[in-house]
């Protein structure tokens, strides 16, 4: 795309004076940010920036705007915080005021490959490199499209804006605040740029199901050479971004997607935005090579020469890369593809006792769904000394406005309309839990996924599964490419008495974090969760 350099009014947003940039080029936006100080050059050619006092999203600062769009539909608590519609035009209205005598980043774009679902969307930034990630992870549109581009979301992001909470209605000085009515993303406070790509995720995730009956979701996704789409769910840590991109399929999209009636599936998105948290060019060559100019790392580490190192997280082990998806060879144009055929829940089971590949039935999927599991390990947080569960509902509890069961009810009914697949697969640890057992090899995941794909591992049958005696999940007994006692998580144990006690552990675990969806979960849903033992 030729680059850009013009000018635009927004007085309609309040925003009348200052130095406005509009539609600068990947290219103008790296140069400015460098000049004013606020990154450097890796030596890779990527931007290399710092997101300042925080690193990651924060969860307790996200704000719905409590209205007449919102009240009745919203799953309102911990996750979608209310906010006051008459707060939000008085914070609004200091935003914009505070953003007067900045020089600003315009950006015309917008999300939802898909033209009949498209969201047309302009981000206001008070920093360069922010209008820059807004250009690698939202579609970009084309010159003639921007001739006559009416925005429909407007995104306004002023990291340096410092709320008073005692006078603003927020919990602290950063905030994030969606308003359905006015079609406004406000961010404040924060530099973490993550906090704009999952502002529209979160949008998205009320109106594709309420008015477009299109199921959003946290995944990644990608089409094999006979058309066959599959979906990626999983947390960070389970290997979504790195099992989605495989040199035999070609990739759709590695976070956000839509499931429509018409059983296609799009991505949201223009671009990637991967943890490089020990990253290698052996185990990850597709993310290590995109780290080239255009691209944008986060938080990162590295020396006088520009060499990143991977393994530093003295700041933070979030650390990111974001960069536009045709930084990856082998991808789908445009972004969609027809015919879901498998599904995989991702889990990174640092209890090692889930199999590695196990096949659910759609009351299963629909609970694992809701459950969203995965562990963390000892490390990952302070104070924690051994595995913990942790759930996150829909596998993005944060970035879901409706109940979870809305989300997994549609799931349920697409899955069973369109005869899909859905795997549950242990990316985590074998042979006993974490500090006992092994990861599992990343080989024998992508063997077991290649064989499910392949449809290599068969239709059920007693003699090519067995029902896990705890999970009531079906794995399988063989798998090419994979040894048979891999297979069987309890086979991989030298100790009978601690793995059952084990995952029992970890079933009643999910029993107790189900507990909360259960007045809302119908019978079937009920049915597929884990058996129950009391110690």
């Known amino acids: 795309m030729e680059e850009i350099s013009k000018t635009i009014s927004l007085e309609k947003y309040g925003i009348t004076a200052g130095k406005i940039n509009y539609q600068l080029s990947s290219d103008e936006l790296h140069a400015i940010t460098l000049a004013k100080g606020m990154g450097k050059e890796a030596s890779s050619g990527a931007l290399a920036v710092n997101t300042g006092e925080f690193t990651g999203r924060s969860p307790k600062d996200r704000f719905i705007v409590k209205d007449d769009i919102t009240k009745d539909k919203i799953w309102w608590g911990d996750v979608n915080i209310p906010f006051d519609s008459d707060a939000f035009d008085e914070l609004y209205n200091k935003v914009t005021l505070y953003l007067?005598?900045?020089?600003?980043y315009v950006r015309d774009s917008y999300a939802c490959a898909d033209d009949d679902y498209k969201l047309n969307i302009r981000v206001i930034n008070e920093f360069p490199w922010s209008n820059m990630f807004a250009y690698n992870m939202f579609l970009r549109p084309t010159e003639q499209e921007l001739e006559d581009f009416i925005p429909e979301w407007t995104i306004v992001n002023a990291p340096g804006f410092m709320a008073d909470a005692s006078v603003d209605g927020t919990r602290q000085h950063n905030f994030a605040i969606l308003n359905f009515t006015k079609k406004i993303a406000l961010i404040g406070g924060t530099g973490y740029?993550?906090?704009?790509?999952?502002?529209?995720?979160?949008?998205?995730?009320?109106?594709l199901p309420v008015y477009k009956e299109t199921l959003p979701m946290h995944c990644s996704a990608n089409i094999g050479k006979e058309g066959d789409t599959a979906i990626f769910f999983g947390l960070s840590g389970t290997g979504k971004t790195t099992l989605s991109a495989?040199?035999?399929?070609?990739?759709?999209?590695?976070?956000?997607?839509?499931?429509?009636?018409?059983?296609?599936?799009?991505?949201?998105?223009?671009?990637?935005?991967?943890?490089?948290?020990n990253l290698s060019k052996e185990n990850e060559p597709d993310i290590f090579g995109a780290i080239k100019k255009g691209a944008i790392l986060e938080n990162i580490k590295m020396d006088a020469n520009g060499i990143v190192d991977f393994e530093d997280t003295s700041i933070t082990q979030n650390t990111?890369?974001?960069?536009?998806?045709?930084?990856?060879?082998?991808?789908?144009?445009?972004?969609?593809?027809?015919?879901?055929?498998?599904?995989?829940?991702?889990?990174?089971?640092?209890?090692?006792?889930?199999?590695?590949?196990s096949k659910l039935t759609p009351s299963q999927a629909a609970y694992h769904f809701i459950s969203g599991y995965t562990a963390k390990v000892a490390g990952t947080e302070a104070g924690i000394v051994e595995p913990m569960p942790n759930f996150s509902a829909c596998f993005g509890a944060p970035f879901m406005p409706l109940h979870p069961t809305k989300y997994a009810e549609m799931l349920s009914k697409k899955m069973i309309d369109a005869s899909?697949?859905?795997?549950?697969?242990?990316t985590g640890w074998t042979g006993g839990p974490y500090g006992i057992g092994t990861r599992m090899k990343l080989k024998y995941?992508?063997?077991?996924?290649?064989?499910?794909?392949?449809?290599?591992?068969?239709?059920?049958?007693?003699?090519?599964?067995?029902?896990?005696?705890?999970?009531?999940?079906?794995?399988?007994?063989?798998?090419?490419?994979v040894p048979t006692k891999?297979?069987?998580?309890?086979?991989?144990?030298?100790?009978?008495?601690?793995?059952?006690?084990?995952?029992?552990?970890?079933?009643?675990?999910?029993?107790?974090?189900?507990?909360?969806?259960?007045?809302?979960?119908?019978?079937e849903i009920r049915r597929g969760g884990p058996q129950r033992y009391a110690f």
């Open 100 to 104: 007067n005598d900045k020089e600003l």
């Open 193 to 207: 740029t993550g906090e704009i790509k999952k502002g529209i995720f979160s949008a998205l995730n009320f109106i």
């Open 246 to 277: 495989d040199p035999n399929r070609k990739l759709i999209g590695d976070d956000e997607h839509g499931w429509t009636k018409e059983n296609t599936v799009f991505n949201f998105e223009g671009g990637c935005y991967a943890k490089v948290i």
């Open 320 to 357: 990111r890369v974001s960069y536009p998806i045709d930084h990856i060879n082998n991808i789908q144009e445009p972004s969609i593809g027809k015919n879901p055929k498998n599904i995989f829940f991702l889990t990174a089971d640092a209890f090692g006792v889930l199999p590695p590949i």
């Open 420 to 426: 899909v697949n859905v795997w549950l697969v242990n």
């Open 445 to 481: 995941t992508r063997a077991m996924i290649t064989a499910a794909l392949n449809g290599d591992l068969g239709l059920y049958s007693y003699d090519k599964y067995h029902i896990h005696s705890v999970f009531g999940v079906a794995q399988p007994r063989e798998c090419p490419g």
């Open 486 to 523: 891999v297979l069987s998580p309890r086979a991989t144990w030298d100790n009978d008495e601690k793995y059952y006690k084990t995952a029992f552990k970890l079933s009643n675990a999910f029993r107790e974090n189900f507990k909360k969806f259960e007045s809302y979960a119908n019978e």
